[in-house]
């Protein structure tokens, strides 16, 4: 995607051959700085501490740590030390376990020399396939946009999406928005209802940002106000992405989209996610067993903006001394999904649905884990 006219995407290999360069999201929308990551403890700290997130882009990320890793120590010690480093850092996204297992396969029975050089390949190839996976779900995502097109007649198609599922939280072009930008180079008119997603703002900060370096019509809205603004008739189809999808079609995303989900179910209103398969976790049947992140207060407690002068300042919104809780994520379950857009097609959000796209995975893992009765 660019930005200000020249191309990016959220990670990539410096000229060096051997670092890796990310964009600091924590500092966006206001600054857009370049970070250098050099190490598997500041690959670690860049996902933990929000530098990068998104599944996709943690996934990618992971796989570049371990192979910034092995490039220190390729021996079995470094290699798990830096595995289990790496998967401390964020419990819910399915994306960072499955990265790091298929690197760390990879490297599992080439001798220690050829680790890091192996490690580096396969992290390359995972970022690759996420762009592709990505156009291909924009592909079958933009399907439905043209046919909502083909009702309003030339006018605007009017479109909620909640966090941000775009290219920042990808290696590029994005899960959620990809059919909206290559709606919006199509030329189909559209209006984005973005949720500015408390307590990180990662829909009005990032979201909106990216559709205004588009070119996309938007406008932020509070979280709370999708459901009002559902019920006025103003929402065509909601498209949201996912942090982990069970075998049954239950979602894991951004704390707030099951409200979201509720509410366009109440309205007969089309919810969608957009799950590429890396987000899929199979060994799992019900949103129940996914664990969800609970992170620090001061994320509810204090907000960082720009002020009038242009100076990033960070201050506190809440009563001081009260208690907070931060999960930063929910499950919407696959009842209230209409459809799964993946890199392979649009699946109902069941087993079955998702079997029949994926039955090279769907078959190769035992039977998966059910919620209790």
Same mark, same amino acid.
């Given at each position: ?31 857009? %700085?370049?970070? !250098?990551? *050099?190490?598997?403890?500041?690959? &670690?700290?860049? #996902? =933990?501490?929000?530098? /990068?997130? +998104? ?56 001798? %220690?020399?050829? !680790?890091? *050089?192996?490690?580096?390949?396969? &992290?390359?190839? #995972? =970022?690759?396939?996420? /762009?592709? +996976? ?77 559709? +205004? ?161």
């Amino acid at each position: 995607m660019k930005v200000d006219g020249k191309g990016y995407r959220s990670i990539w290999l410096d000229t060096d051959g051997w670092s890796v360069r990310i964009i600091d999201q924590r500092r966006l929308p206001h600054r857009f %700085e370049v970070v !250098r990551l *050099t190490s598997v403890g500041e690959a &670690a700290a860049a #996902i =933990a501490g929000m530098q /990068v997130r +998104g599944a996709p882009l943690i996934g990618a990320t992971a796989a570049y740590g371990l192979a910034l890793a092995l490039r220190e120590r390729p021996d079995d010690e470094g290699l798990q030390q830096a595995l289990t480093r790496l998967r401390a850092t964020r419990p819910t996204a399915v994306n960072l376990e499955w990265a790091l297992g298929r690197v760390g396969r990879a490297v599992q029975e080439v001798p %220690e020399r050829e !680790r890091a *050089t192996t490690a580096y390949r396969e &992290a390359g190839l #995972i =970022a690759d396939e996420d /762009v592709e +996976g990505n156009r291909a779900m924009g592909e079958h995502g933009l399907r439905l946009i043209r046919e909502v097109a083909k009702r309003r007649g030339g006018e605007p198609v009017r479109v909620l999406t909640h966090c941000n599922a775009g290219w920042l939280a990808t290696v590029d072009v994005g899960t959620a928005t990809a059919p909206l930008y290559q709606a919006h180079r199509e030329g189909i008119p559209l209006h984005v209802w973005v949720g500015e997603t408390r307590p990180r703002n990662q829909g009005g900060a990032l979201t909106a940002w990216e559709l +205004g370096h588009e070119g996309i019509p938007h406008t932020i809205i509070v979280d709370n106000a999708g459901g009002h603004i559902m019920q006025r008739g103003e929402v065509d189809l909601c498209i949201v992405g996912a942090d982990r999808t069970t075998a049954s079609g239950d979602v894991a995303n951004k704390i707030g989209t099951y409200l979201k989900a509720l509410a366009a179910h109440d309205l007969g209103i089309p919810f969608y996610v957009a799950s590429p398969s890396s987000t899929i976790d199979w060994t799992l049947d019900s949103g129940g067993h996914i664990p969800i992140e609970e992170r620090a207060a001061r994320e509810v407690t204090h907000l960082t903006g720009a002020t009038a002068s242009g100076e990033l300042a960070t201050i506190q919104v809440t009563a001081p001394g009260s208690p907070v809780g931060n999960p930063a994520f929910d499950v919407t379950p696959a009842r209230l999904i209409t459809g799964l857009i993946t890199e392979r097609g649009v699946a109902p959000a069941s087993r079955e649905g998702l079997a029949r796209l994926f039955p090279d995975q769907a078959n190769a893992l035992v039977e998966p884990v059910s919620a209790p009765e």
